[in-house]
């Protein structure tokens, strides 16, 4: 089983580091967004940082939901996917680890740029490894929500774009609760509430939507 | 009931007594509404006759949710017992519930912009709305995304269920958050705030947008199971 589990992950990240300019591209779509905002509404620092948290949070998502057709895409076309629902193991613990092993993957180019970005903002420093934290758990949760959203338009015509669609108002209540994190970090109020809240919707997702996903894949591989 | 209409036959012969009267009903029920609503019903105290707005609004507004109610439990249905009706239900339910949901954000605008001084503001109710709109579109858009048809039926399904969390927000966002929205008037535990000169017509409308959408419901189902028949005796006669 463990040995199972641990070829799965290894196949993956090998698959990742040879199209490492997959995850360049992500992140190059991440800073061009940030840059949008100071062209959009003017380059003062005041108006800057009190958007800061919101332009992080939208560069955070809309770079990630692109990528995430690479989860299952590739794997579906190719028949890997098909030759795992017949292994002896759970299609939906195969599928979670497939998706946090993107995660993991997709954390350290994306954290370290918005390290930086976030200085560019003009965010004040203490902040910033809090501020990291509440990304990395944020991004947690909007995997799990793409992962649902991209297994079921596997074999569609136009994948990608109705997937961005269909993830977009999932990620809702993960973009409330981390910019109320946030933003309650920069007004020195208490995050804690927020912070849980977030934390067990990213837990919740961790249970729902290997399920969903698994329901999906089986559906786009009976066609 | 339901395991009688389950039969698409049955379902036909059914809705060929009860269609057109749906369709009376809706189309006097609407004339009679309009009536008392426009003309026939009191100003309001504070709102002068943009309330009448209202007649048109709410009932949108909670077609809209039924609408997506129904569309959710025929998706289950669908995803449970594999019944191609449920899914010929759930494709026409959905344009209906678009409809009535577009219906409700621009005739709350219109009225927002007399009453709250602005078009649209960002509040619980009105963005919880528009999450609706963007499922509704989102499924007709995923349901017809394959090149078989009836491949994108099962993924639809589960979106519209996984969409299906908005609903109670939509309900209760104006409990929850304080909102520029007013609280609901007529669902209460304490009985309906509304005077009953208003309560009338209102009742009356949703009545007849319950009856008109069942109408182009129906009609919609027909149509997609005339063109299924269609196309199997095409393909059977070549």
Redesign the interface.
């Given at each position: 089983m463990y040995k199972i589990i641990l070829t799965l992950i290894t196949r993956d990240l090998k698959i990742y580091s040879r199209s490492l300019s997959d995850f360049m591209s992500t992140i190059a779509f991440m800073v061009t967004i940030v840059m949008l905002f100071p062209l959009a509404i003017g380059p003062q620092p005041d108006k800057l940082s009190f958007l800061s948290n919101a332009v992080l949070w939208i560069a955070l998502i809309m770079s990630i939901i692109p990528s995430l057709d690479k989860i299952y895409l590739n794997d579906f076309k190719n028949g890997w996917l098909e030759q795992l629902s017949y292994s002896p193991i759970l299609l939906e613990i195969v599928l979670l680890i497939k998706c946090l092993t993107y995660w993991l993957t997709l954390m350290f180019p994306i954290i370290t740029t918005l390290a930086i970005l976030s200085f560019i903002l003009g965010i004040k420093s203490y902040l910033i490894v809090w501020n990291l934290i509440v990304f990395i758990i944020g991004s947690l949760a909007i995997c799990l929500v793409g992962s649902?959203?991209s297994s079921?338009?596997l074999?569609?015509?136009?994948?990608n774009i109705?997937s961005s669609?269909?993830i977009?108002?999932?990620t809702?209540p993960v973009l409330i609760f981390g910019i109320s994190t946030c933003e309650a970090l920069k007004s020195n109020l208490n995050p804690y509430p927020n912070l849980y809240l977030l934390i067990s919707f990213s837990l919740i997702l961790i249970i729902l939507s290997p399920i969903?996903t698994a329901?999906?894949v089986r559906?786009?591989l009976s066609? | 009931m339901i395991n009688y209409l389950a039969n698409p036959r049955r379902f036909l012969n059914f809705f060929k007594f009860w269609e057109p009267i749906f369709g009376i009903f809706s189309l006097l029920l609407i004339i009679c509404g309009l009536y008392f609503s426009l003309i026939a019903s009191p100003e309001d105290y504070q709102q002068g006759d943009t309330v009448r707005i209202m007649y048109v609004h709410v009932p949108s507004a909670w077609l809209a949710s039924i609408l997506y109610f129904s569309l959710a439990i025929s998706s289950a249905v669908y995803l449970i017992w594999k019944h191609p009706l449920a899914d010929v239900c759930g494709r026409s339910i959905a344009p209906m519930g678009l409809f009535f949901a577009v219906l409700t954000l621009i005739t709350g605008s219109l009225w927002g912009k007399p009453m709250w001084g602005t078009w649209w503001v960002w509040d619980a109710r009105l963005t919880s709305m528009l999450?609706l709109t963007?499922?509704y579109?989102?499924f007709i858009?995923?349901s017809n995304?394959?090149?078989?048809e009836i491949?994108?039926s099962?993924?639809a399904s589960?979106?519209s269920i996984?969409?299906a969390i908005?609903l109670p927000i939509i309900k209760f966002s104006v409990d929850w958050w304080n909102t520029l929205h007013q609280p609901s008037s007529i669902l209460r535990l304490d009985g309906p705030t509304i005077s009953n000169e208003m309560l009338l017509p209102l009742s009356i409308m949703m009545i007849g947008f319950f009856c008109f959408s069942t109408y182009i419901i129906v009609v919609n189902i027909k149509i997609k199971l005339m063109n299924k028949k269609y196309n199997s005796l095409r393909l059977k006669s070549n």
């Open positions: 649902i959203c079921l338009t074999g569609a015509r136009t994948g109705i669609l269909l977009l108002p999932l809702i969903l329901a999906s559906i786009a066609k | 999450i963007i499922f579109i989102s858009a995923l995304a394959f090149d078989r491949d994108g099962k993924p589960i979106l996984l969409g908005n």
